[in-house]
């Protein structure tokens, strides 16, 4: 843990003005920050964990902040304002389901820091990784249940939380968005010098049109990231659901697909359809179609998200292990996706970027 002067070398802005996002509600009280450590994850913001001295209120002691810049996210402030109030709306209709919010300092021009409750130090990623099999299928089991309620809490009270989302247009799901990110993903796997730089056309408009069921109804508001790495243990039972900036309107079953297709304790689709069927997740008059498509959209989605996070600790000399379980990841995420699309000849250019990935990827 580092010391008070060591810690501000953690925080581009001083103790004093960070405080000062306290100053809107009660918990100002002789508050200092003893330690500041950086949170490991693969988040693309910086998270940090504070220790504070003389915080008035119930058994409130360390504290969470994400730091964003416009480097990493160039709408950082609508993102931070919204999840701010999202957070607020969640906590008022279910309390402990997400983190309390406890408050937001904002420099529109470069930075933000979304102050937030420390509900625990581990992830549901994490756990699922390192304990038995059956604490897995209680965890797995848990967390499904959590991901029902929020979708209920959404659909109960769709007004406040849609109109928090939709404030400004972004994060929808249309046929634009899933067209740029096959765009984004392909520009990560292709790492191979010979590799084309964007998808054919030809294969841009299969994807939308394989696609296209999601673009329908149902529709409700989801999570939008609800990777088992979003998920955390807390520290007084129960899971909580963390990271909301991208939260918008889109099929649920997208949620369901990251939620239950994921690396870390990977399921079959036999016991992934019954855990999806058993908690409501799932429409089974669909028979899992929207959730498999679900799935391949997740699927190459993380696959070209771990591709450049593996790239980009190859260039910073990451630890071997570091590098060796993104690779697992990356591999994980590729294999779901060949499976996925061996159904639809027109996907074919997309396997083949796949398997050429793969193959380059052991190299970094």
């Not at 008022?92 to 933000?112: K, M, Y």
């Not at 400004?168 to 084309?196: E, Q, Y």
């Not at 696609?211 to 529709?219: A, D, H, I, M, Y």
């Amino acid at each position: 843990m580092t010391t008070p002067d060591q810690s501000a070398m953690l925080l581009p802005v001083t103790h004093e003005a960070l405080l000062s996002a306290f100053l809107s509600t009660s918990l100002l009280r002789k508050v200092r920050i003893i330690a500041a450590d950086r949170v490991s994850t693969g988040s693309r913001n910086s998270l940090l964990r504070l220790a504070l001295d003389g915080l008035q209120d119930d058994g409130l002691s360390t504290l969470i902040v994400k730091h964003v810049t416009r480097e990493t996210d160039p709408f950082f402030a609508h993102h931070l304002r919204r999840e701010e109030r999202l957070l607020d709306l969640l906590h008022r209709f279910a309390p402990g389901l997400a983190p309390r919010c406890v408050g937001l300092l904002l420099d529109p021009t470069e930075h933000g820091w979304l102050l937030m409750e420390d509900v625990g130090r581990r992830s549901l990623a994490d756990e699922l990784i390192s304990t038995d099999p059956d604490t897995g299928v209680m965890l797995m089991q848990d967390a499904t249940a959590r991901l029902r309620l929020l979708h209920d809490i959404l659909r109960e009270h769709h007004g406040p939380f849609y109109r928090t989302c939709y404030a400004v247009d972004l994060d929808r799901l249309t046929s634009v968005s899933l067209r740029s990110r096959l765009r984004v993903a392909w520009k990560r796997l292709s790492i191979h010098p010979g590799a084309p730089s964007e998808p054919p056309h030809s294969l841009t408009q299969a994807w939308i049109d394989i696609l296209r069921p999601l673009l329908g109804q149902p529709r409700q508001l989801i999570h939008n990231s609800l990777s088992p790495l979003n998920i955390v243990l807390r520290d007084d039972g129960g899971t909580a659901l963390v990271d909301f900036e991208t939260m918008t309107l889109g099929a649920p079953e997208f949620d369901t697909a990251e939620l239950l297709r994921q690396p870390f304790r990977p399921l079959t689709w036999d016991d992934t359809l019954r855990l999806a069927s058993a908690h409501g997740l799932r429409d089974a008059s669909h028979v899992g179609d929207r959730l498999h498509l679900a799935s391949l959209s997740r699927a190459l989605d993380y696959a070209g998200s771990n591709a450049r996070q593996l790239a980009r600790q190859s260039e910073r000399g990451a630890l071997p292990e570091t590098k060796k379980q993104t690779q697992a990841r990356l591999h994980w995420y590729c294999a779901e996706v060949s499976t996925l699309i061996d159904t639809w000849p027109a996907l074919a250019p997309l396997q083949a970027l796949i398997e050429q990935a793969r193959v380059d990827t052991v190299e970094l």
